[in-house]
């Protein structure tokens, strides 16, 4: 009965979203996967409700949609849309990073914006919510071009953010390059040396670990579900998505545990090295994507493994699943297959890389699951971390901010199980994940009142 009425609630919900938010699918997917947990805690703690605190955090504070032109090698002026969703600074300034990619969209990166207020709240640290971008593609483009477009980027963006408004960071397309060239020029326009950007190069305020975080957090995450059943990583076969920065780390992190990695894949396809991707390799593929800028199958050419053009790795036999590329990379049938295949653990690097369908197939078989939400956001609480750094103008030794990282992610882990756990000692980290995320994020709001 209760449950009935909850399925109408999220739906009555959905419709009023869908129809002020029209045509943005991936945002409408996130909302939906938050309020199916969110909505049967807010009956049972009516002060939500009333505030209507769920309406307000649906909608960002503030959207910034701007032009930037450029112009590129051949002297032609190119224009892209420019973009930064301020969604909720509840419980701290907007932090979330830039996505450079063609297929942004301002729904695309209101989801991300969204599960990011959830996610910041999870890492325990005080952050608010934010998510921006580009529809730009580094991809082909020269130096000389990244940097012109970055600048372009950074003349507008610049009046809107600052280290106590908005500290924006990385995301697919926004590296150590893209932030080195943001950071000059907002250095250059407000003349002052401070940390607006996290992921900054080392010399110049970044913090140690922090491109590592996302994807040894990811994997952190993994061991701490595996030991909830007396497991762990050690001798499991496991299945990246990705060779970017998440998944170069995650890499990394899985195989100084124990584990072997028989996968990683590109846009254009993936390779399955079945004796694993040891740190020679990985540095083979690190030095590919982050200097060369090459495709992975030249890995494949490389070391003579098999490579499958257009195809996703979950077809490959595994025991751990550590999608790190992008949203809804592993569909219904993908989910099927990895499960039929003896797959029991899906940690996620990527953010919604698991379809609704997916992640249903995932619950009904009792496979743990860890959502992106928790699972990846090791990498925004080292960028608290970076900020913290800054503020304190000291710098950490890489021993005490891995140590941090790694507590975090045993708290998150702590947060998910305490909200999580079902009569039958299931961990639903969906529902631990969302409802630990959001409490303090309405308690916050709640008490300053309707703003
Ligand atoms: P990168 O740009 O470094 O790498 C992205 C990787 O995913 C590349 O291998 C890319 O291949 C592949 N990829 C991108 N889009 C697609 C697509 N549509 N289909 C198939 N493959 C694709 O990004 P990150 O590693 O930083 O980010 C990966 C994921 O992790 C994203 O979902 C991001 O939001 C999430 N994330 C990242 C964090 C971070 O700290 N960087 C923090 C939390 C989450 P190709 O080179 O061919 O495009």
């Known amino acids: ?56 955090c649906v909608e960002p504070e503030r959207v910034i949609l701007f032009r930037i032109p450029w112009v590129d090698d051949k002297g032609e002026v190119q224009v892209n849309k420019g973009y930064r969703i301020e969604m909720n600074s509840a419980i701290g300034p907007y932090k979330g990073g830039l996505r450079f990619h063609p297929t942004v969209t301002l729904g695309m990166l209101k989801f991300l914006a969204f599960e990011q207020v959830f996610k910041n709240s999870l890492t325990t640290l005080p952050m608010g919510g934010g998510k921006g971008g580009s529809d730009f593609d580094p991809k082909g483009k020269s130096d000389n071009e990244v940097m012109h477009f970055c600048q372009s980027f950074m003349s507008e963006l610049f009046r809107h953010i600052g280290p106590n408004t908005d500290v924006p960071a990385g995301d697919i397309g926004v590296g150590g390059r893209e932030i080195g060239f943001l950071f ?127 195809k996703r790795p979950w077809g490959i036999k595994c025991d751990v699943a550590l999608p790190s590329a992008t949203q809804n990379e592993i569909d219904g049938d993908d989910a099927r297959t990895l499960i039929n295949n003896g797959c029991f653990v899906v940690s996620e690097g990527a953010n919604m890389p698991s379809t609704p369908e997916a992640i249903a197939i995932y619950m009904e078989n009792r496979i743990l699951y860890g959502l992106g939400k928790a699972a990846n956001a090791g990498g925004v609480a080292t960028s608290g971390l970076e900020m913290s750094q800054n503020s304190l103008r000291l710098s950490w030794t890489r021993e005490e901010v891995d140590g941090r990282l790694h507590q975090i992610m045993k708290d998150i882990h702590e947060t998910c199980k305490k909200y999580g756990t079902e009569e039958d000692g299931y961990i639903d980290y969906v529902k631990g994940a969302n409802i630990g995320g959001f409490v303090k994020v309405a308690d916050a709001m709640l008490a300053q009142g309707v703003v």
């Not at 010399?203 to 491109?211: A, T």
């Not at 890499?251 to 254009?268: F, L, P, Q, R």
């Open 184 to 310: 000059g020029q907002y250095k250059r326009l407000r003349n002052e040396f401070t940390g607006v950007l996290t992921g900054k190069g080392r010399e110049w305020g970044g913090s140690l670990i922090r491109p590592e975080a996302t994807g040894y957090g990811q994997v952190y995450f993994a061991e701490e579900m595996l030991k909830t059943r007396g497991d762990s990583l050690k001798g499991k076969i496991c299945l990246v998505s990705g060779s970017g920065n998440v998944a170069q780390y995650a890499t990394e992190k899985a195989t100084e545990m124990g584990a072997k990695v028989v996968t990683m894949s590109d846009s254009a396809g993936f390779i399955y090295d079945p004796d694993g991707i040891d740190a020679e390799k990985l540095a083979y593929v690190m030095h590919l994507k982050n200097v060369k800028r090459g495709r992975i199958k030249e890995y494949a050419d490389k070391y003579g493994v098999e490579y499958f053009e257009g």
């Open 1 to 56: 009965m209760a449950n009935q009425m909850h399925d109408q609630l999220v739906k009555d919900f959905m419709a009023q979203v869908i129809a002020k938010n029209q045509g943005e699918v991936e945002f409408h997917q996130a909302v939906e996967e938050v309020v199916e947990s969110i909505i049967p805690f807010i009956e049972e703690n009516p002060k939500y409700k009333a505030a209507k605190i769920l309406e307000r």
